[in-house]
């Protein structure tokens, strides 16, 4: 049971939100307007924020970042943007995860499980996507239990779509998990021919590098 924070102007939403979270195990508060999130936030010290995009007052997006500035609570953003660019933007400024409305409650349950498990639980040592195996301890790549080589780099730059997979992840968080905000300027010129020799390593393998034309990448299966 994890106590839950919903931010959401619409009461009918926010009032499905509390019935099925509820009804999962959980305690819920419910507030209608930014300001009242961030001071609700600093009184009930929530286990997870689900956070609506568009609030009146203090946008959600100054919400998500006034939170990220000074806590690590998971913060699942709920928007009737289904823009990339605004979800990007979102997750950018620290979401962890999203859904767009009109959503399905068991969807929405099954991420809101996922956020608290990876926040409660220890660091899950190995990833999977299609074929590619990943050991963050060993730094190991295997593609269909075959040992790929990869330099640092690349194996961060992996790791990072990996952990994200299916699912955009711009340019600049990229540039901010892999370089770690150093020489940002410089990194942002190489991200390229990173993302480029890490295609060629991964040739034989069904898991592809889309580009996402003036946003960044996402993770994808080839059909065949």
């Known amino acids: 049971m994890a106590h839950i924070l919903v931010v959401e102007d619409d009461a009918r939403i926010a009032k499905i939100l509390e019935l099925f979270l509820r009804r999962d195990g959980h305690t819920v508060v419910t507030v209608a307007d930014g300001t009242a999130a961030l001071a609700r936030f600093e009184q009930e010290h929530p286990d997870l924020v689900i956070l609506d995009l568009m609030l009146p007052g203090t946008h959600g997006r100054d ?44 969807e929405l349950l099954a991420r809101v499980r996922a956020l608290l498990r990876r926040a409660s639980g220890p660091p899950v040592r190995e990833l999977v996507y299609g074929d590619i195996r990943i050991d963050r301890e060993a730094r190991t790549v295997f593609i269909d239990d075959e040992p790929v080589t990869l330099r640092p780099r690349e194996f961060d730059l992996l790791l990072a779509l990996v952990s994200q997979a299916g699912r955009i992840i711009s340019r600049q968080r990229l540039l901010q998990q892999v370089w770690c905000d150093h020489e940002i300027d410089e990194a942002s010129r190489t991200l390229d021919v990173h993302v480029n020799r890490l295609r060629q390593k991964l040739q034989k393998s069904r898991v592809r590098i889309e580009s996402i034309r003036g946003i960044g990448y996402r993770l994808a299966l080839s059909e065949s």
Not at 71 to 88: N, Q
């Open 63 to 106: 919400v998500c970042r006034a939170l990220r500035l000074r806590h690590a609570t998971p913060i699942l953003m709920l928007t009737a943007l289904d823009d990339e660019r605004d979800i990007v933007e979102g997750l950018d400024l620290g979401a962890d995860d999203y859904v767009t409305k009109p959503f399905k409650p068991n």
